[in-house]
């Protein structure tokens, strides 16, 4: 059980969110809300009904709600309410910095130009007192070709966006299929990162690394089944975007008492704690770190690391990463 003190210190630290796809704060009672103002009949009668069609089984199952929740976005405004949306529930829970994902494709095939997604996320970014920043990712099911012709759609906007990301069915869509938009990027300076290692084998992980040189994994949690790629990991520093809610909610644990957060970090890796996708998988960063707290023999110096390495896995100017560590160290050093 977790003692008031803890509880207290995890809702009240600052807190770097690295791995939330914005599409997946899109709260049932918004996407009814625009799913009315744009004329668009869904496929469930009621907040109650879709919340309760969130039981999902495995990746896919999550998947195929996702996208259908996700076709109530049509105008830039639209874009601007989920994003802010999400960005009050992050202030609330004293988030300084955001890095959100955000999926083109997923609108881009349904008529929605790319300047109405990326100038509607980025303007909520801008009125929002979170420090927030945009990575692109590419849906792994579709093709290279696809993932390459989104790229260039979105380089009028290139100072918009950070970096690019990988997301969507792992299993079966490796990351070198990515290996020529990844150069691309790179060659762009932008900065990347991949989901890997959630329910794909550890040999994604290397691949990523290698083959896509990413500078984050996106969960990773299999890491820990290849003794030499943990050592790796940890040598190297490389951060790892865990989300323990949507591990249990996605079956890649069966309870968060099995969750080898606490195993990650005592093996030296830089892990951080994220929400990836809130709305569907029961809670944003507090939750997220009170749910796994509670299950987890993890105690204030524990709280203490995580919050700084959100920030250390950040990608920030020093100077500003800097500000923000020094603004954890001077939380901890008052308890
Ligand atoms: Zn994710």
């Known amino acids: 059980m977790l003692n008031d003190q803890l509880r207290r210190v995890l809702q009240q630290m600052p807190k770097a969110e ?19 103002r744009n004329g668009i009949k869904l496929a469930y009668g009621s907040v109650e009904e879709l919340r309760a069609a969130y039981a999902f089984t495995d990746l896919q199952s999550f998947l195929d709600i996702y996208y259908a929740g996700a076709s109530v976005l049509l105008k830039e405004q ?15 829970d004293n988030v300084r910095h955001a890095e959100i994902f955000f999926d083109p494709q997923t609108h881009t095939a349904r008529g929605v130009a790319m300047d109405v997604i990326i100038n509607g996320i980025y303007r909520a970014c801008q009125d929002s ?3 927030a920043t945009l990575i692109l990712c590419f849906l792994r099911h579709l093709s290279e070709e696809d993932a390459i012709a989104t790229l260039e759609a979105a380089l009028p906007y290139r100072d918009k966006f950070i970096g690019v990301g990988l997301d969507s069915s792992e299993v079966g869509n490796p990351p070198e299929k990515f290996a020529r938009v990844f150069a691309r990027c790179r060659d762009l300076g932008l900065h990347l990162v991949a989901h890997a290692g959630e329910e794909g084998p550890p040999a994604y992980i290397y691949t990523a690394l290698d083959t896509l040189k990413v500078e984050r994994i996106d969960h990773g949690v299999r ?10 990991l940890a040598k190297e520093q490389m ?56 299950a987890l023999p993890l105690g204030l110096s524990h709280a ?14 020093e100077e ?5 560590l020094a603004e954890v160290d001077a939380f901890f050093a008052k308890i």
Not at 22 to 33: M, N, R, V
Not at 257 to 279: C, F, K, M, R, Y
Not at 320 to 324: A, S
């Open 18 to 36: 690295l791995h939330i796809h914005i599409e997946g704060s899109l709260e049932p009672e918004l996407i009814f809300a625009l799913a009315e």
């Open 78 to 92: 639209d874009f601007y309410d989920m994003t802010m949306a999400y960005l009050k529930r992050a202030e609330a």
């Open 129 to 131: 007192p979170v420090s």
């Open 223 to 232: 890491c820990l089944e290849d003794a030499a790629l943990t050592e790796r």
């Open 239 to 294: 951060a790892l975007t865990v989300c323990p809610l949507s591990n249990i909610k996605l079956c890649v644990f069966d309870q968060m008492e099995q969750h080898n957060l606490l195993q990650l970090l005592d093996a030296g890796i830089l892990a951080t704690v994220n929400s990836d996708d809130p709305a569907y998988f029961g809670g944003y960063m507090n939750d997220n770190f009170i749910a796994t707290f509670e």
């Open 304 to 317: 203490h690391r995580l919050s700084r390495n959100g920030f250390v896995a950040a990608f920030l100017p």
């Open 320 to 324: 500003q990463k800097h500000k923000f």
